[in-house]
């Protein structure tokens, strides 16, 4: 595996890549789940803001709608991130591993460390963005941001349509289970040969899934609550009450 060789022995600039290029109108309305407001504010927005504001990240990459990219550009103007972090905007796919493999073509070859972020995760604490960057530092290929199920899991043999009953064939030990988030902290050639390496292999639900399937180790690193994805009407009732508590004098 390749490893980060930063020129003159600088550390290697960090990036994150936000895929938003998916509809994801389950939460209603007929807006895109990214452009949904939050605070007055669109999620997607404070997902960029959650990145921007983490130590080591210089560059945000937004990968959008293809018919989207003008919009996203304007929305991300009149939403400028902090000094010292430059924001893009890129053309993404029709499926999230497409959408992060065109953000990842468009780094800069400086960057050595990637952080792959979902934008229906607007909440995540800078801490948990800053852990996840240290880990890679440290010399870890790829870490991930991870919560204990506090659920029972049941396992079934195969998905019924929907109403149906479903039998179960297993129940997984909750105590070896773990509920992972994002940002999802790569270092960028492990990442990119992930992704060249199952380019025709359909959807990945996270990147983490495609280095498993290298044989390269991933681990984990302590999650946050408030790092919750954003997908149902509910979801968004909570995350509006976590930003009014988080605006509340300390």
């Known amino acids: 595996m390749s490893e980060i060789t930063p020129p003159s022995g600088a550390i290697p600039r960090t990036a994150a890549v936000i895929p938003a290029a998916g509809l994801g109108l389950r939460l209603g309305g007929g807006t895109p789940k990214a452009l949904r407001e939050l605070g007055g504010t669109p999620m997607l927005v404070h997902a960029v803001r959650a990145m921007a504001r983490a130590r080591a990240v210089s560059l945000v990459v937004v990968v959008a709608p293809p018919d989207g990219v003008g919009k996203t550009r304007s929305l991300l103007d009149e939403h400028p991130a902090p000094p010292g972090v430059a924001q893009l905007v890129v ?95 790569f270092d960028r050639a492990t990442l990119a040969e992930a992704h060249a390496a199952h380019a025709a292999g359909g959807d990945a639900t996270d990147c983490a899934g495609l280095v498993e399937r290298l044989g390269v180790p991933v681990v984990l690193v302590p999650g946050h609550e408030e790092a919750f994805k954003v997908t149902r009407p509910l979801d968004l009732v909570l995350a509006e009450a976590v930003l009014a508590r988080r605006r509340l004098p300390s």
């Open 91 to 185: 053309a993404g796919g029709a499926t999230r591993q497409e959408s992060v493999r065109l953000g990842l073509a468009a780094l800069p070859e400086d960057v050595g460390i990637v952080l792959v972020h979902d934008a229906a995760r607007p909440l995540v604490p800078v801490a948990t963005v800053d852990a996840v960057v240290e880990a890679v530092r440290a010399g870890a290929p790829a870490v991930v941001p991870a919560l204990p199920v506090t659920d029972t899991v049941k396992q079934i043999a195969a998905p019924a349509v929907a109403g149906e009953p479903e039998p179960v064939v297993a129940t997984p030990d909750r105590a070896l289970l773990r509920a992972v988030q994002t940002p999802q902290g």
